[in-house]
């Protein structure tokens, strides 16, 4: 048996190393997640130069042309909050509680939620994974809805559920930075009972006017999200990534179709046997001198070389790819067609099915998102308003009730239709005796109440009676005198 201190020796070692390849690992995730984030918000140069170079022999001199399908694809995806939800604030499930659901009220169109939530919902669709923060700014008095994305997050995970946070840790930097504090890394960490900050090494931080380190919530005040659950023991799920190689696949097919378009566009000069210092005066911009031959032996001549490819199978592979990947993720191709035709709210409804599909999984998902985020609130906005630092707004200076809850109905996605196809829908909603002609007056005139619809069906009524038949003139006077809804 070997020796108890190298044993030990090795142990170390041995940890040492997989605490190095976690790290590795985890640098090359909030990465990827970057790179996600750079490409969503149109800041793709940086890594579409790297792609190119991969790709062409000279990418220097290719003209660069970027198009964004990634955030089009994760717009599409995001479907949950394209209309507020009906939220209530309900102490026993069944009635609103008025003093409850007017704070929340507040806290919602104070910081603007209801945008962040949409952002958030993107964001979910992007990365796999992100955190929602209801962050307390004390000079503004209110809850800022903080998007936590995961190229800035680490995560301690629990033995017996991996896919669940013991400690969540989140980079901060300096707000205003200085020769000392430049390019310093700063962690700010969340357990249950405990939050403190670190530095890069994992150093404590003791922040200033900091009485202890104690958690005042009794909970990490970030909302997990996730698009799927994260697969075996990953706390992160891993996003879009494959748009993302789609997006550089066809970012890197367009620099090549437009170089080819180019190229196509005019008659490229040959010179043979001509003296390069003629050729850089006869232009047209840099023609191709061929030598080989003594000047004299053969004429010095000029001739037109016509580049041309297949340029439209360039177009048709593009297409397909852009098709084909996003057909397999649930979004209709017709939305990344150019000469998509005029569709009824039917026809874009049948076509939406796998991503109505999909957001019908997602509804059960964000109903618990959001009364996780609630229970959140409580906890966060409870605290906060005894600080005399929150200057919260004095109305509002009350906390949430104990028994309160969040109920939420998330809106139905609607189709646009036609005129002609709203008629027809009503039209056959009266034969069905499910709707009638007041109904439908209402539908198409919303301002009108019921005693207008009804007066405003009698004088059509009439007018079409009195108008009908080839002689108006000399049936106007046959006609009694228009009805009034009171002698009908």
Not at 38 to 60: E, Q, R, W
Not at 321 to 347: M, W, Y
């Amino acid at each position: 048996m070997p020796p108890v201190d190298t044993i030990t020796a090795a142990e170390q070692a041995v940890r040492r190393s997989l605490e190095q390849a976690k790290r590795t690992a985890d640098k090359q995730r909030r990465a990827e997640q970057r790179t996600l984030l750079d490409y969503y918000h149109n800041d793709m140069s940086d890594d579409m130069s790297g792609v190119l170079k991969t790709v062409f022999a000279h990418p220097d001199e290719k003209l660069k042309v970027e198009v964004n399908l990634l955030r089009k694809f994760v717009d599409t995806k995001a479907q949950m909050f394209q209309e507020d939800p009906e939220v209530m604030i309900s102490t026993d499930g069944e009635e609103p509680n008025d003093p409850d659901q007017e704070l929340w009220d507040h806290i919602v169109e104070r910081g603007q939620w209801y945008d962040g939530l949409r952002d958030a919902d993107a964001m979910v669709k992007l990365l796999g994974t992100v955190h929602l923060y209801p962050r307390p700014l004390d000079e503004d008095g209110y809850l800022d809805l903080a998007i936590v994305t995961p190229d800035v997050t680490q995560v301690v995970q629990r033995p017996d559920a991996p896919h669940r946070a013991a400690a969540i840790l989140y980079k901060a930097f300096h707000r205003v930075e200085t020769v000392v504090t430049a390019g310093r890394e700063e962690w700010v960490v969340w357990y249950p009972d405990w939050h403190f900050t670190v530095d890069e090494d994992g150093g404590y931080i003791k922040a200033p006017g900091r009485k202890d380190t104690e958690n005042p919530y009794k909970l990490i005040p970030l909302l997990k999200l996730d698009d799927r659950r994260p697969k075996a023991n990953h706390y992160f799920g891993t996003g879009a990534l494959d748009m993302l190689t789609v997006n550089r696949a066809v970012n890197a097919m367009l620099v090549a179709l437009a170089h080819g378009e180019i190229n196509s566009g005019w008659v490229q000069m040959l010179l043979r046997n001509v003296p390069k210092e003629l050729a850089k005066k006869m232009g047209p911009d840099s023609p191709f001198v061929v030598e080989g031959q003594k000047e004299g032996d053969i004429p010095a001549g000029m001739e037109g070389l016509h580049l041309a490819s297949d340029l439209d199978k360039m177009r048709g592979a593009i297409q397909f790819l852009i098709e084909q990947a996003v057909l397999l993720n649930n979004v209709p191709p017709q939305e990344f067609r150019t000469d998509a035709p005029t569709e009824s709210g039917f026809a874009k409804m049948v076509q939406r099915l796998p991503l109505l599909e999909e957001r019908k999984r997602d509804v059960p998902k964000w109903r618990r998102n959001m009364k996780g985020l609630f229970r959140i609130v409580k906890a966060v906005w409870n605290y906060e308003i005894t600080r005399p630092e929150f200057e919260v707004d004095p109305a509002f200076k009350r906390p949430f009730s104990d028994k309160s809850e969040l109920l939420v109905d998330f809106i139905d996605p609607v189709f646009p239709e036609s005129e002609l196809e709203k008629l027809e829908r009503y039209d056959k909603a009266i034969d069905m005796g499910l709707l009638s002609r007041v109904d439908a007056m209402i539908r198409v005139n919303p301002d009108l109440d019921e005693d207008a619809a009804k007066a405003k069906l009698l004088d059509i009524a009439y007018e079409n009676q009195k108008f009908k038949g080839a002689n108006l003139l000399a049936e106007l006077d046959l006609l009694p005198d228009r009805p009034t809804l009171t002698e009908q």
